[in-house]
């Protein structure tokens, strides 16, 4: 099993531009998760997924899309990249139970700078 | 809001002492309590986790005490070693709630 991974692993983008990170997972988990990771701000979870089809906002959603076509597949758009955007973004996935599971899987991440 | 503290911000341990990272929360109706540690350049990984029906859970060298009266829960490291050097976080949660809510990271570096 590969387990989450993550494409591009670095990304320069000028403001305003447009572009998305790929996620995929291959342990058949029913919910994903993105989130942004700052310093001194922790993990802040962006949007999340219960199930193909089913996405919700998370904590911080403004300027991101996501979609969920796939059960393995979650990415992630950013629509008119902000230098506030400039972050870690980690893709995550876990079983069933959502949150509450003991197994929470992180992608190695995706490190955007948005000049 | 922040709804899960933790402190310090960074923290310098010898080589075999004890690691201590402390996280409080607010919301009385989080029941689950996972840390992540985390390796430069590296996605989280769950390290040890507790639900609030026992204020202790040892793996290892790693221990969480749970202290729901005070809305406390710390992450002891025994016999501190320098692969541990890592970011930790806490979290928490509450069954039926699909959001985990990470607190700001504690650098840990062990030195020789």
């Known amino acids: 099993n590969a387990g989450v991974t993550q494409t591009p692993k670095f990304q320069v983008l000028k403001t305003g531009q447009s572009m998305t990170l790929q996620c995929a997972q291959d342990?058949?988990?029913?919910?994903m998760s993105w989130y942004r990771q700052d310093p001194g701000m922790g993990l802040r979870l962006i949007h999340y997924?219960?199930?193909?089809?089913?996405?919700d906002q998370g904590e911080v959603p403004n300027g991101y899309n996501v979609s969920r076509s796939t059960t393995e597949d979650f990415p992630l758009r950013l629509l008119s990249a902000a230098p506030s955007q400039t972050s870690v973004y980690f893709c995550?996935?876990?079983?069933?139970?959502?949150?509450?599971?003991?197994?929470?899987?992180f992608g190695p991440g995706t490190r955007l700078t948005v000049l | 809001q922040q709804q899960v503290k933790q402190s310090p911000q960074s923290l310098i341990v010898q080589k075999g002492g004890i690691s201590i990272i402390n996280c409080a929360y607010e919301?009385?109706?989080?029941?689950?309590f996972p840390w992540y540690q985390q390796f430069p350049g590296k996605g989280p990984a769950l390290l040890i986790a507790?639900?609030?029906?026992?204020s202790e859970k040892k793996e290892g060298r790693f221990t969480i005490s749970f202290n729901k009266s005070a809305k406390q829960f710390s992450l002891h490291i025994m016999d501190s070693q320098p692969g541990d050097s890592a970011t930790y976080f806490c979290?928490?949660?509450?069954?039926?709630?699909?959001?985990?809510?990470f607190g700001t990271g504690t650098r840990l570096t062990i030195i020789p």
């Open positions: 995550a996935s876990s079983d069933g139970q959502g949150v509450f599971s003991d197994e929470q899987f």
């Open positions: 342990m058949n988990h029913e919910y």
């Open positions: 997924s219960v199930g193909a089809g089913i996405t």
């Open positions: 919301n009385t109706a989080f029941d689950y």
């Open positions: 507790i639900r609030p029906d026992v």
């Open positions: 979290a928490a949660t509450y069954f039926g709630n699909e959001k985990l809510t």
